[in-house]
């Protein structure tokens, strides 16, 4: 008789266990819900810079490591900085963001482009280096041909006024800089062609100069032609 009431009174101890081991387990399930759902909402909430928010806006569009949505038909070329204006113009890591990594661009610059696109519905060009250019048609031109030239030539033209270098290959532009005159022995470093059909020299002062042969006495030669002269 004694034994049954043992039983009896140890029931309710039995059942309170069980039921305090289903609230623990219930309450450890609900914790981890939780942070599972606050894990979520976080990584869908965290901004991740500049390149993540780009990759999300254009999903598979652009290579790992670029902003720009590439124009196709684009070919790989030389371009010509020109007009700077008085607020300057620059290069950047990030498109269209100045930064104090970000290098200033003068007039007259060349610099290689290897790709155009869009980002952020603007047009940029992409530099060899890994920069990014706005592409303004005032401040930008890409050139139809950039060649390197090494050698001078020796100013023949007689006129008060000389024979005028300009800041940028343009010569109906307000870019004038200064004038050489007969018997100047200008360095030649490149020639270029813009896309008005205009040649013009580079000088080793980064300064425009006409090709017109009128003007002077060239002595101007390709480089890989005159390394290949003594062979």
Same mark, same amino acid.
């Given at each position: 008789?004694?034994?049954?009431? @043992?039983?009896?009174?140890?029931?309710?101890? !039995?059942?309170?266990?069980?039921?305090?081991?289903?609230?623990?387990?219930?309450?450890?399930?609900?914790?981890?819900?939780?942070? !599972?759902?606050? &894990?979520?909402?976080?990584? %869908?909430?965290?901004?991740?810079?500049?390149?993540?928010?780009?990759?999300?806006?254009? %999903?598979?569009?652009?290579?790992?490591?670029?902003?720009?949505?590439?124009?196709? &038909?684009?070919?790989?070329?030389?371009?010509?900085?020109?007009?700077?204006?008085?607020?300057?113009?620059?290069?950047?890591?990030?498109?269209?963001?100045?930064?104090?990594?970000?290098?200033?661009?003068?007039?007259?610059?060349? /610099?290689? !482009?290897?790709? @155009?696109?869009?980002?952020?519905?603007?047009?940029?060009?992409? /530099?060899?280096?890994?920069?990014?250019?706005?592409?303004?048609?005032?401040?930008?031109? &890409?050139?139809?041909?950039?060649? &390197?030239?090494?050698?001078?030539?020796?100013?023949?033209?007689?006129?008060? %006024?000389?024979?005028?270098?300009?800041?940028?290959?343009?010569?109906? !532009?307000?870019?004038?800089? @200064?004038?050489?005159?007969?018997?100047?022995?200008?360095?030649?470093?490149?020639?270029?062609?813009?896309?008005?059909?205009?040649?013009?020299?580079?000088?080793?002062?980064?300064?425009? /100069?006409?090709?017109?042969?009128?003007?002077?006495?060239?002595?101007?030669?390709?480089?890989?032609?005159?390394?290949?002269?003594?062979?």
């Amino acid at each position: 008789m004694k034994d049954r009431e @043992k039983r009896q009174e140890s029931n309710p101890s !039995a059942k309170e266990s069980v039921l305090s081991m289903i609230f623990s387990l219930s309450l450890v399930g609900c914790v981890f819900l939780f942070m !599972a759902g606050l &894990k979520f909402y976080l990584g %869908s909430h965290t901004y991740h810079g500049e390149a993540a928010v780009f990759s999300l806006k254009h %999903s598979g569009n652009p290579a790992a490591g670029d902003y720009l949505l590439e124009d196709k &038909k684009f070919e790989p070329g030389y371009i010509m900085i020109k007009n700077v204006p008085d607020r300057g113009y620059f290069a950047s890591e990030i498109p269209g963001k100045k930064t104090d990594t970000s290098e200033s661009l003068k007039n007259g610059q060349l /610099l290689r !482009a290897v790709k @155009k696109g869009t980002y952020r519905d603007e047009t940029y060009y992409k /530099l060899m280096n890994g920069l990014y250019v706005r592409a303004d048609k005032k401040c930008v031109e &890409k050139l139809t041909s950039y060649e &390197k030239l090494e050698g001078y030539v020796v100013i023949t033209y007689i006129s008060s %006024s000389g024979v005028r270098l300009r800041s940028w290959a343009d010569f109906q !532009a307000d870019n004038v800089v @200064k004038s050489v005159y007969v018997g100047d022995k200008v360095k030649i470093t490149g020639k270029v062609i813009n896309q008005k059909g205009e040649s013009a020299f580079l000088t080793e002062n980064g300064f425009y /100069l006409t090709t017109d042969i009128r003007y002077f006495n060239d002595y101007t030669v390709d480089p890989q032609l005159a390394g290949n002269s003594g062979e």
